[in-house]
């Protein structure tokens, strides 16, 4: 006879493959068969029929962690929600001191741009390319060049400003 697994969270049987219950993504292991647990002596402290529970009716003056959840896998939906850690609500919020890279990440998620290069129409090598040179999160002040024009844009301007600025070198990120 097979030895049967089961999944110790939500009691489900293993399928033929897999070490994880494809329910809720938690371990499968052997139930043991033929255990019994033999009470030699009853404990005075045990709860019995008829007694009350010392907290009933009373409630706790805070929230529980794990209320609506089920089982030792699920998610607590309740915890936090991202809303209320995303964008300048989070502890690790620079502002206008954002280095040059997760300044152009920030603008790439945040707002709509075109899908082609604002000079020449070209929709390959895509790159977002600051107008004034300050670097600062207002999208008036950049735009979406091919990378062919953004060279050639910031030849003819001022080419280099952004190495000085946030300290960009070859020798950092090789």
């Known amino acids: 006879m097979a030895k049967k697994y089961f999944c110790k969270d939500c009691g489900e049987e293993k399928s033929k493959k897999g070490i994880y219950c494809k329910v809720c993504r938690y371990k499968y292991a052997r139930r043991p068969s033929g ?3 033999n009470i030699k002596v009853k404990n005075k402290a045990w709860f019995k029929k008829g007694n009350t529970p010392w907290n009933e009716g009373k409630e706790l003056p805070y929230d529980v962690w794990n209320k609506g959840t089920k089982g ?3 998610p607590n939906i309740t915890s936090f929600k991202t809303e209320d850690v995303t ?3 989070n502890f690790r919020w620079k502002g206008e001191d954002v280095g040059y890279y997760a300044l152009h990440l920030w603008m790439k998620r945040n707002f709509d741009w075109p899908d082609s290069c604002e000079f020449c129409n070209s929709q390959e090598n895509l790159e977002l390319a600051n ?3 300050n670097y ?3 999208p ?3 735009k979406i ?3 062919k024009c953004h060279q050639k844009y910031d030849r003819n301007n001022n080419w280099g400003y952004a190495t000085e600025k946030f300290n960009l070198s070859r020798k ?3």
Do not use: A, P, T
């Open 72 to 74: 030792l896998c699920k």
């Open 145 to 147: 060049l091919c990378h």
């Open 140 to 142: 008036d002040n950049w």
């Open 136 to 138: 600062d999160r207002d």
């Open 35 to 37: 255990l019994k647990y």
């Open 131 to 133: 107008v004034e040179y």
């Open 87 to 89: 964008g300048e609500k």
């Open 172 to 174: 950092n990120y090789l």
